[in-house]
């Protein structure tokens, strides 16, 4: 085993699958969310996860790849979403994805339009340029409002986005369970034990399933080739970033573009999609792609 960590990195796919995508693990995706939307939503009893291969009504339509997609109780839907790098036009993307659960909700015959919420959220591990002259807030709810009075017209559609490197809170500076959350997902990977402050439940069931010295071996190499993904990408976007430091900031941006690019090909790959929906969502050429997964086997090998 390659890693020397004890525990996951919530960052990677795996890591973020493992603890909030699998069914026995579901109690921890319904505590965080309802710490995350106590205020609005009181408590959330139970969750259903939904397949997102079902969402759409065309092939193009199913273009749109996210993390989790699941419903509580009263029929509202929620997407939860990892997001590991910049990519241009995520908050399009975004709101692409609410459009499903929308969709989905019309009715045969003699619908009224009555539509349940839709929350979209999306976990961060970056931070928007438009947002870096605000260091300490790290929590953004959008909704459609008037811009005047800044009164909520419709509470049905909700962006929740979450900077977390914008959170730099210490164990000894948690103040609420949410907080102790967003330390969880930010460091989970650099603890050797769970610290007495999160001696709860909830949070010593995390730091089970995500101890690697209890995977199988073919869960510890599937993480790995998660991790290895996670860190050459944050390597490349490091490295585009001193090179534009250096050489401009036009540059710079081609190669954040060009990594950003080959991110979704290699998820498009996984999905099964074909290399034309993938030209399409890139803009690359076939044969471009064709040389993405060509050394996306070879290091797979």
């Known amino acids: 085993m390659s890693t020397k960590e004890r525990y996951i990195n919530l960052f990677t796919d795996y890591g973020f699958k493992k603890i909030f995508g699998e069914e026995p693990n579901k109690n921890l995706l319904l505590d965080f969310l309802n710490e995350l939307l106590k205020e609005e939503q009181g408590e959330i009893r139970d969750l259903t996860y939904l397949k997102t291969e079902q969402l759409g009504d065309t092939d193009i339509d199913r273009k749109a790849i996210f993390g ?56 961060l591990d970056f931070v928007f340029d438009e947002d870096k002259d605000q260091p300490e807030k790290y929590r953004y709810d959008v909704k459609l409002s008037d811009i005047e009075t800044n009164r909520v017209f419709y509470d049905k559609l909700t962006f929740i986005y979450l900077e977390m490197p914008k959170f730099s809170k210490e164990l000894d500076e948690l103040e609420t369970r949410f907080e102790k959350w967003l330390y969880v997902i930010r460091n989970l990977n650099r603890l050797e034990r769970i610290p007495d402050t999160l001696r709860e439940q909830v949070f010593e069931q995390l730091f089970a399933t995500a101890e690697i010295a209890r995977f199988t071996l073919d869960q510890v190499r599937s993480y790995e080739k998660s991790l290895k993904y996670y860190r050459d990408m944050k390597n490349s976007l490091d490295t585009a970033f001193d090179e534009g430091k250096e050489e401009g900031k036009e540059e710079g941006r081609e190669i954040g573009k060009a990594e950003n690019q080959r991110e979704t090909v290699a998820r498009g790959l996984k999905q099964g999609l074909d290399n034309t929906i993938i030209a399409d969502l890139t803009g690359l050429s076939m044969e471009a792609i064709e040389k993405i997964a060509q050394e996306i086997h070879e290091e797979e090998q």
């Open 68 to 123: 989790l997609y699941c419903e509580n109780e009263r029929g509202e839907k929620f997407i939860v979403e990892l997001q590991k790098s910049k990519q241009n036009f995520f908050k399009d993307r975004a709101l692409y994805y609410s459009t499903f659960p929308i969709r989905v909700q019309a009715e045969r015959g003699d619908w009224n339009f009555k539509l349940k919420a839709v929350y979209t959220v999306a976990i």
